[in-house]
């Protein structure tokens, strides 16, 4: 029984005689997925006004229909690896979405002021909600899972990973840059023997560190980046460029810059796109992570540029896959306890947001980079310790 909850409208756009819908069997056929067919990537059409939706604002059309419930794919991850895969998605460049990517090219949308909405909006959703999807740290970016087989594993090997590419050692003091609720500033002190000072926008992240880690010589400041001095020996920042935007780029490279000693190393650790010239996803841009902007490796290079010699480029996105099915079956097995509160919608948003990244990730429509950065060259050369 379709759950659809929008308005019918009074053309059926989606029925089978239609151009649109022709369209799309016509797409999604080249991905190999059918309308209303048996495999678990399928896309069981409830209501076909879901239809017209995608081809009228692309993502955020096929987003909010299938919030709204007017269609379903039991493997919805595979069923965007399949559709992104094609890269059939790029030619649909609705009209309608024509402010939203002007908007992006021209405006600075991730102004001092609006930055904190995401914080506002995303961060603070409830760390009880968080506790439940995260491993026991609580670290909400990609895992390492070379060696890993469960997500408390990849979470920790990665975390040491950027410990030892940034060669830290007793004594030193660290930047965090957007530092989550801790994890990597409190594992570095534990294991590495280092003092850490993170910032964060998220009220609810700065307040469970400090009460979380107050035995630890760490400092948590609920702060811009752009607001950042002081003197650190190394600097990291992970997951956390995806939020500049791309008019800020510089001034956030140009931060660490002068926050970081000479001899000193920056991780630089985000998610990236494959091409320059594109504006962020409309759906997760209004729903997920407001006011987003997944950099190119050309838009960073030109960041870098007379700041920073690249030391090392390390892609390892196929993971972003296995992390973000690993939280949503976290999310999905936790769902019961936040149901009434959150609601159906908020489900479907949510399963929504983590299951199509996930089939990002996996089709390498996305990338996640890390970037081990010095100011002037490490003499003789950097070497990557074994990973």
């Known amino acids: 029984m379709s759950t659809y909850l929008g308005k019918q409208n009074d053309i059926n756009f989606g029925s089978k005689d239609t151009g649109i819908h022709r369209m799309a069997v016509d797409m999604l056929g080249k991905a190999s997925i059918k309308i209303n067919g048996e495999n678990p990537w399928d896309m069981q059409l409830h209501d076909p ?83 439940e999807m995260l491993d026991s740290r609580m670290t909400y970016t990609c895992g390492y899972w070379a060696n890993a087989t469960n997500l408390e594993q990849a979470q920790e090997a990665k975390l040491d990973l950027v410990c030892r590419k940034l060669k830290l050692k007793p004594g030193m003091r660290v930047l965090d840059i957007g530092c989550g609720w801790g994890s990597l500033m409190a594992y570095a002190a534990e294991n590495y023997g280092v003092e850490a000072v993170g910032v964060s926008i998220s009220k609810q992240q700065v307040a469970w560190a400090k009460h979380r880690y107050s035995h630890l010589p760490l400092e948590f400041r609920l702060q811009d980046y752009r607001e950042m001095d002081g003197q650190f020996d190394a600097i990291a920042s992970i997951g956390m460029f995806e939020h500049v935007g791309r008019k800020n780029f510089r001034t956030y490279i140009q931060t660490a810059h002068r926050c970081l000693r000479n001899d000193g190393l920056f991780l630089l650790h985000t998610i990236g796109k494959n091409v320059r010239r594109s504006a962020p996803d409309p759906w997760i841009d209004k729903y997920i992570f407001p006011n987003g902007d997944l950099p190119s490796i050309g838009q960073i290079g030109d960041a870098l540029e007379n700041l920073f010699v690249t030391e090392d480029l390390h892609n390892f996105g196929a993971d972003y896959d296995k992390t973000l099915m690993a939280w949503y079956q976290n999310f999905d097995e936790s769902w019961p306890a936040f149901g009434n509160r959150l609601g159906m919608r908020f489900y479907r948003m949510w399963r929504y947001y983590l299951l199509s990244c996930a089939g990002a990730f996996r089709s390498r429509d996305i990338q996640l980079w890390q970037w081990v950065l010095s100011k002037d060259g490490v003499r003789g050369g950097y070497r990557r310790e074994h990973i």
């Open 49 to 131: 006004i879901a239809l017209e939706m995608a081809f009228a604002k692309g993502n955020l059309g096929l987003g909010e229909a299938y919030m709204d419930g007017a269609w379903d794919a039991e493997q919805l991850d595979e069923f965007f690896a399949r559709l992104l895969g094609t890269r059939l998605t790029d030619q649909i460049q609705p009209l309608r979405l024509l402010g939203h990517v002007l908007a992006a090219k021209f405006l600075n949308r991730q102004n001092i002021k609006r930055a904190k909405k995401v914080g506002e909006m995303h961060y603070d959703l409830g760390n009880d909600f968080y506790k």
